[in-house]
């Protein structure tokens, strides 16, 4: 038995409509999940995220920083994560490989694993597949990552591949690991259908950095391990966006077509559609919650600096098209002022906009593939993001 | 016709419950008011403030504030504060009297008005009876409050004085000003009753620090003059809580019968309670929503500090006997997580906890005058706030 179900209802194009079905209940894709990095999507509310203006299927969640902060020990006690934060919908947690990875020079990577100073107390920890795996039980999400390495946008052909060999080598460890962790383990969460395992689902994530030879080879290996789902990761760290672009359009129509394709940390709402017409079922990224705490909106005309003077006594919502409780209620003019006084209330509705934004982005992709609209969606979808020239 | 209409419906021992028909609509009195200083309650959404979890029915603005940053010309332009931040409910908006006496060393007093720095800008202003009845008059606040001098609270007999005799010559000004203001203006917000007059309504505020004959001086100045509403003001500024209480007892009472009693800025749970024990009808105060951001939270068994240690493993809500949607769904050991990592939620749950805790102990305490039960109230409510020790 699987531990999750996924299945294409209707493809247009490489654009892809289904439905990904985990022990926590259905997600429409593609999706977009927002990202819950130390157990709360920054600056909203769950009920918010559950609210028909959002309704968030999935979220994601960090090993790294709950590893460090408030640790296993807690989560375990709680009864995992779900229980911990108070979600019951579907959780995604990625490996802790990215965020140690982003620790540059503070990390130490070996065969066995990688050895870094923890950001919050400079104590000294080890994370490897082992311990990765560990941890995400623990957490007790429905979605896991494996843990890999990920190559610099830049790296050099020989330096990407011992990069994906390493990868490799850790996503057997992470399935390996992983496999045992089911098997002790009676926990399953609530389960949805009844054709599902119960246990978590493994997604092993091929790498590659901007070498597409090495992508392939990436690929293959992983597939050949064998998982319930597979990303694309190393992308959006630095490259060029063409680069990001040719990766994924070679990649993603390769990726096995009966499981769900992840592609990992990306992107703008163009990035998303985009990424949709080569093929991608799932995305999650920091920029709808990031940068609505600095202040910028997305919007259907594409982004809105709430700090510019032209709003000191603009009546419009952020997104005139846009149907959120945020641009129901309030003005450019008010998000300004309460922006300019950093007022908390600001960082709260920008949030709430941008995801909204995002999450009804990819109501309106799944709705256009299944209408076979796709095509029509992308490109009046592009064209009207270029309306405010920003 | 009047602005508002104010009677009280049950009265136990000095406690009053009543009903307070402003232009915006139907409060319950007594009734504590969320301060919402720059145009927003900090933390927490309109939507919630609406909820019934809060129900809020009258919400702070603070002159001063808002007058300096948006400004006057942006909430004019925006029809209002009512408009610009969205909320249809009443507002009261102070008359930056106290904010202005807040800022110590930076203001200087004459008799025309008191000029001081801005803490946004540094900008030189003055502020006098005419200009904050001007401000507030632009904001379109439901009550306004007249522009009164306050005395610190260890003030001498001979400096309270002459501050008590200067904030009468204020409030003659300031309702000369104000009346000539609702004559000018035709706007008058929507209304919710016939008989009220559609106006703003204006509100008296008696000062005299610690000295109980300068008090009743003030008082009955106040009252001679005429107003819609009665405050005492200039307590909880620094004096002991038993002489606040020595006011409080001694004024109330002698407070006119048929007009709401306003006790500005104050204060704890028990303060509130008590308070409505000698007579007072409305409350404002900062502490549910600072105390919030820095992880006090309010509860029936008396402060709990999110911080402690102790919380780490702990499965309870905040409150035990809270039944607000913070309490329904979150543990301590969720919240402390939240507080520890910097997590804005921490702030927004707090903050939405705290407010319940305030509001529903107000639901408690006009329920139980209704009912001829507030002396049982009062003594279990008090002893219950006890119960942790904290």
Redesign the interface.
């Known amino acids: 038995m699987r531990a999750l179900r996924f299945h294409i209802e209707r493809q247009d194009g490489e654009a892809r409509a289904g439905v990904l079905t985990t022990r926590r209940g259905r997600i429409e894709t593609p999706v977009f999940m927002p990202v819950g990095t130390?157990?709360?999507v920054?600056?909203?509310?769950?009920?918010e995220l559950e609210s028909t203006d959002l309704d968030a299927k999935i979220i994601l969640g960090n090993t790294y920083h709950l590893w460090l902060?408030?640790g296993i020990d807690?989560i375990r006690?709680?009864g995992g994560l779900h229980r911990?934060?108070?979600w019951d919908r579907a959780l995604l947690t990625d490996s802790g490989g990215f965020q140690v990875w982003s620790l540059g020079a503070l990390r130490k990577i070996s065969e066995e694993g990688t050895e870094f100073r923890s950001h919050v107390d400079g104590s000294l920890r080890f994370l490897s597949p082992e311990v990765s795996m560990e941890v995400q039980a623990a957490l007790g999400s429905d979605i896991v990552m494996v843990f890999d390495e990920c190559a610099p946008g830049q790296a050099s052909h020989e330096e990407t591949e011992r990069s994906v060999n390493l990868t490799t080598r850790w996503a057997k460890r992470s399935k390996a690991a992983f496999n045992q962790l089911q098997l002790d383990r009676a926990d399953t969460g609530h389960l949805e259908a009844k054709d599902l395992s119960g246990t978590q689902a493994l997604f092993g994530i091929a790498q590659g950095a901007g070498h597409l030879d090495l992508r392939r080879i990436s690929l293959d290996e992983t597939v050949n391990i064998g998982f319930d789902g597979y990303a694309i990761g190393g992308l959006s760290v630095g490259e060029e966006k063409s680069l990001m672009f040719d990766v994924i359009e070679d990649v993603a129509p390769r990726m096995p077509k009966d499981a769900p394709r992840y592609l990992m940390g990306v992107g703008t709402p163009e990035d998303l559609v985009e990424a949709v017409a080569r093929g991608v079922d799932m995305f999650d990224c920091v920029l709808p919650t990031r940068n609505g705490r600095t202040g910028q909106a997305f919007t259907s005309r594409g982004k809105l600096n709430i700090k510019n003077a032209q709003w000191?006594?603009d009546?419009r919502p952020l997104d005139e098209s846009c149907r959120c409780?945020v641009c129901r209620?309030?003005?450019r003019?008010?998000l300004?002022?309460?922006h300019?006084?950093g007022?908390?209330?600001a960082?709260?509705?920008l949030t709430h906009h941008n995801l909204a934004f995002f999450l009804d982005t990819m109501r309106g992709v799944r709705q256009s593939i299944r209408s076979g609209d796709f095509p029509k969606f992308r490109r009046e979808f592009t064209e009207r993001l270029g309306a405010n020239g920003e």
Chains 1, 2 share one sequence.
């Open positions: 130390a157990g709360t920054k600056g909203i509310r769950f009920e902060r408030p807690v006690a709680a911990f934060i108070g000191v006594n009546s409780s209620r309030h003005t003019a008010y300004r002022h309460l300019m006084t007022e908390m209330l960082s709260i509705l």
